[in-house]
């Protein structure tokens, strides 16, 4: 069935039942690989944060949780945008951090994410993605942990927005052009 977010058409592309599954595998890796470990997961604001709260409830090893904002903001020089992360301190010293992301698409965000949360020299960084737009990838990119491999299409629901709306939605849709 499609539905309308502001002025653009959307069907559904993964529905409920599926999410459910992929985030329950993913919380299953994250339970053995980090077994005797208590991780970090750091969710990057806004779009991971439904991603992150249903992967938390997952999670039978002791972790915590923390919540990281991108500002971007044009650069006075060539080189572009700068995107600054807010939240970040020194708590992420010495910690398994899992980073919580809800969608990989060119690479260039989460790339500039590791490497400011690795200013603050954690034990270790991984990666979780709820998708992975993999053939928008301009920049190699780690991901240890990915919900789906999706085609090069415009998403939003489960916490991903169109112009701020559509968060709400507790499936993913895919623009219809
Ligand atoms: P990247 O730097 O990998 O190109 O961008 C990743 C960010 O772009 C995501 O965190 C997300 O905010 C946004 N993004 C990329 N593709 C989509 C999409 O299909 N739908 C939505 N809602 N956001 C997207
Ligand atoms: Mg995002």
């Not at 069935?1 to 409920?16: A, C, L, P, R, W």
């Not at 992301?101 to 060119?106: F, N």
């Amino acid at each position: 069935m499609s539905i309308t977010v502001k002025d653009k058409t959307f069907d559904v592309f993964i529905n409920q039942k599926e999410l459910a599954e992929a985030v329950n595998r993913i919380g299953k890796e994250i339970n053995e690989d980090y077994a005797k470990k208590n991780p970090l997961l750091v969710v990057i604001l806004n779009g991971a944060f439904m991603f992150a709260s249903d992967l938390m409830k997952t999670l039978t090893i002791n972790c915590a949780i923390t919540f990281l904002k991108l500002s971007s903001y044009a650069g006075t020089q060539s080189t572009g945008k700068i995107r600054k992360l807010i939240g970040l301190n020194e708590n992420i010293q010495d910690k398994d951090v899992i980073i919580i992301e809800d969608i990989i698409d060119t690479g260039f965000t989460i790339n500039d994410t590791i490497e400011s949360i690795q200013q603050y020299k954690p034990s270790s960084v991984r990666v979780a993605s709820l998708l992975f737009k993999k053939e928008a990838l301009q920049k190699p990119a780690q991901i240890d942990y990915v919900g789906f491999t999706i085609p090069n299409d415009f998403v939003v629901g489960y916490g991903l927005d169109y112009d701020g709306l559509g968060r709400n939605l507790p499936a993913i849709y895919k623009l219809i052009n």
